[in-house]
């Protein structure tokens, strides 16, 4: 008895390290691609916290809440509701907002389209619903954004800003978030397990896509 119950466990538990090895992989690729701030021009850093800014005010809510409507596990929605909870409660998008402009890095529309392609591509692949999909490309969000918080910050710094509450926030709080976000994705490939012939990175791949427009441009993102 003890074996078949444990066994399976082993699998899942060896099966989310291997995800995550793999994720805590791309994130660290990504970090690397980032331009060293001092051999930035003030347009090249103000583009970068601009794009970020278009991504992250108006879809991360908009994102987090896909995953939750397609996860399938109760648990995970509870885990998912409890992320929304704190971005609505603490009105993340306004401390985006006001860490945008007090850079004056407040998002053009030449901005919002320079990478409307890879953001459409995200957003199309979140309309699928795929539950385990759409919760390990969230886990992979949020492991970025904390990664990425102390370089969006010291972009801000050599645009001359002080206003760090939007950095120093999402530096501490989603470490939190993303061990809470793999623990929904065990859940959710226990509950839901995802089929052989389907790409469990889809969601990882086009967000990926996405954060090197975001870090480059598009034009070198396409490169
Ligand atoms: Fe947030």
């Known amino acids: 008895m003890s074996t078949t119950t444990i066994a399976p466990q082993l699998h899942d538990e060896a099966a989310i390290a291997s995800i995550q090895n793999k994720i805590a992989g791309i994130i660290d690729d990504l970090i690397a691609q980032q331009p060293q701030v001092d051999t930035l021009t003030s347009e ?22 896909a995953a939750s409507i397609a996860a399938k596990c109760e648990d995970v929605r509870e885990i998912l509701g ?17 860490f945008a402009i007090a850079a004056h890095a407040f998002p053009t529309d030449i901005d919002a389209l320079s990478i409307n392609d890879e953001l459409t591509a995200v957003r199309l692949f979140l309309g699928k619903l795929q539950a385990v999909q759409s919760v390990l490309t969230m886990a992979f969000f949020e492991g970025w954004i904390q990664r990425f918080m ?9 645009q001359g800003s002080t206003e760090m509450e939007y950095t120093d926030v999402h530096g501490v709080c989603d470490i939190t978030h993303t061990a809470e976000l793999y623990r929904a994705l065990a859940l ?20 990926r896509t996405l954060v090197v427009a975001i870090l480059q441009g598009p034009k070198q993102a396409a490169a």
């Open 44 to 65: 090249q850093r103000r583009g970068i916290i601009a794009r970020y800014s278009s991504v992250l005010e108006g879809n991360f809510i908009y994102w987090m809440t």
């Open 150 to 158: 102390a370089y969006l910050a010291d972009l801000a710094k050599a």
């Open 188 to 207: 959710e490939m226990a509950a839901n397990p995802v089929a052989p012939n389907q790409n469990l990175f889809e969601g990882v791949e086009v967000l």
């Open 82 to 98: 409890e992320n929304l909870f704190e971005e609505c409660r603490d009105a993340h998008p306004h401390m985006l907002r006001k």
